[in-house]
């Protein structure tokens, strides 16, 4: 008889008639008469029902009712997922865990064991439970999908790629398994490769808005702009919540511009789509939770800051626009805080960052965090990008809090952030990373900081200060930002000097065993149309020299690149493929080796260089640079004057050409300023000045 009435509700169920099935469920859970099986599989069914009504609490109540008369693997799964659903996560996991206790080789169990645990931030112990569920099922394509995404979060792209890879050899159309391993190939730089895998996983979903964004992420970055202005669109089209979808199309730049012309119309259409921003986007956010829209703030205005140009008023624009946004939908995400630090603790200061590891940022302000004092501020530090490097470790044994939030959405990290409640909220590289730029839409600290990672205004009014090196910044540069400028001593750093490698052959390192060479090191998106003609004159004024310069991400870029120099080089009567030797990516320690095997490096106009100026002086070589009106183009200048070698500063093409021409031509000059670098490099480097006049600036406006 209970078994029919349990097939009974099982039909409504079927049928969508929740109502039905729950009030046949009552009826046989409130019988007398029922065993304690029958009543835990109706409450089982009642659960189903409830859930069908959108009643998660009744349906979690159901489940745990039914596992207290008869506990059991696929119940407490089932518990999981529904608390899951109701956001309660740590009682997900719970139950999730009492399932694999259960049975061991539950595979499911042990997946939603490991959603449950990413959920929340525990980000190894998902990993190893994805592992289990691989371990039970050897051909669960799922969760070799989500095994290969926390490895990936732990900053282990090879072990990634091979759980993707496995699961992908189970399921060739599994469509997590090819956007996972499309976003591990795209960080890798295999840009065709991941374009291949997102137009393999459009293939089995094409209705997949958030596969073209990606995809459209893709072509971008290797300037396929129509393209990506397709990709774009269509992810926009298909779902209008997809802020990022309608920011690509507006705002996407070129990452090498053909010409200055091309420079001008880029900027012209970012213009007009900032106009059209200014409409859209507080309207459509109006329409979303709070967490959709920052999360789909994810965006940041990268490569506008490489023109070289005072882009405070679009940098305002866009962040206006941003900012009602958020608060069309959370107005209370970006009211002002009270002050909270009165004296009678340390002041407490976070710094979140997407670059805290080896690198320019990493370098530039690891002793921000490690040299505060202790005994004054206690350091929070949010850490965005996967797995720890050794820098990081060094961060992390020092800070009195590290939380590692690998591919956290913004919404998380804030969560996390106003969880804390930090005193001060120090942002060091605003710009170069979606996540923080949302982030930093949002007001949650009193006083609130961005540095010179990126050194542009940042536009956004809930940014109070903008520290930089008063020594790189022109006459007049706080009209260059929409924040209060906090100037620093020196190069507002205390930078580690960069050991010296022993020199190597040049055949060792892929360069011409005879002739001067000259270094043009900068990433291909920071050559502008004018630096190319500096460089032109240069060759054309020293017809023995050879110039070094590297690949860029994508041999699209090189190409594209090339070809613009190739213009200007023959416009100088130079043949730039006999002059200019394009080499691969390196280490870092090579790279130094590269600069102990030139005779001095050439700087460029509208960006100067910062880190590979540094590693310059760190290898006494001399910098040839022309300074420009903004801070960014005068990093090099300031640097050099700092290590007592002012003359390699130029006033003018004219003197820039000449100086580079005497510094292949006389040794004895190039040797006597080599020497007067290496010993004003002292000045440069790991000086503590910078670090205590931030600290107490923080102690006096924190």
Known sequence: ??????????????????????????ALIGSPAAAAADRAAALMLRSRAHEALGNLQAAIADVEGALALAPDARGFNELGILCSDAREIDRAIAAFTRATQADPRYARAWNNLGNALREAARSGEAETAFARATRADPRYALAWANLGIARRDAGDDDGAAAALEQALALDPRHRLALTALAGVRRAQGRLDDAARLYEGALGVAPRD?????????????????????????????????????????????????????????????????????????PARAARMTPAQVVDELRWTNFLLAYHGEDDRALQRSYADAVGRAVEAAAPQWR?????????????????????????????????????????????????????????????????????????????????????????????PELGMDATTFAVAALRLAPLQCAAWGHPVTTGHATIDAFFTAGAMEPEGAQAHYTE????????????????RPPAAMRAALGLPPEGPLLLWPQSLFKLMPDDDALLASVLAALPSVRVVMFEGRHPALTARYLARLDAACAAAGVTRAER???????????????NLACCAMLDTLRWSGGNTTLDAIACALPVVTLPGRVMRARQSAAMLALAGVPELVAADVDGYVATAARLVHDRAWRDALAGRIDAGAARVFDDDAPVRALADWLSANG
């Open 1 to 26: 008889m209970a078994d029919a009435r349990l097939a009974a509700i099982d039909a409504k169920l079927r049928a969508g008639d929740a109502h039905g099935a729950r009030a046949l469920a009552d």
């Open 209 to 281: 808005a958030n596969a073209w964004l990606l995809y459209a992420g893709t072509l971008a970055e290797r300037d396929d702009l129509d393209g990506a202005a397709r990709a774009y669109a269509q992810a926009e089209a298909l779902d209008a919540t997809l802020l990022r979808g309608l920011l690509g199309r507006l705002l996407t730049l070129p990452m090498v511009p053909g010409s200055a012309a091309d420079v001008a119309r880029a900027r012209g259409a970012f213009a007009q789509g900032l106009d059209v921003l200014a409409r859209e986007l």
């Open 335 to 427: 009211a002002p805080l009270p002050r909270r630090h009165r004296g009678a603790r340390r002041l407490r200061v976070g710094f979140c960052s997407a670059f805290l590891r080896e690198g320019t940022v990493g370098r530039y302000f690891e002793h921000w965090m490690t040299g505060l004092p202790r005994e004054r501020f206690e350091v929070v530090v949010y850490h965005l990008h996967p797995g720890r490097d050794e820098l990081a470790q060094r961060i992390a044994a020092r800070a009195d809090r590290f939380r590692p939030c690998p591919r956290w959405r913004p919404a998380q990290v804030a969560d996390a952030i106003r969880a804390d409640a930090p005193d001060v909220l120090v942002y």
């Open 484 to 499: 209060r400028l906090v100037p620093l001593p020196g190069i507002g750093t205390r930078y580690a000097r960069p050991a």
């Open 580 to 594: 200019v030797l394009v080499r691969p990516q390196c280490r870092h320690d090579q790279y130094l080796q590269i």
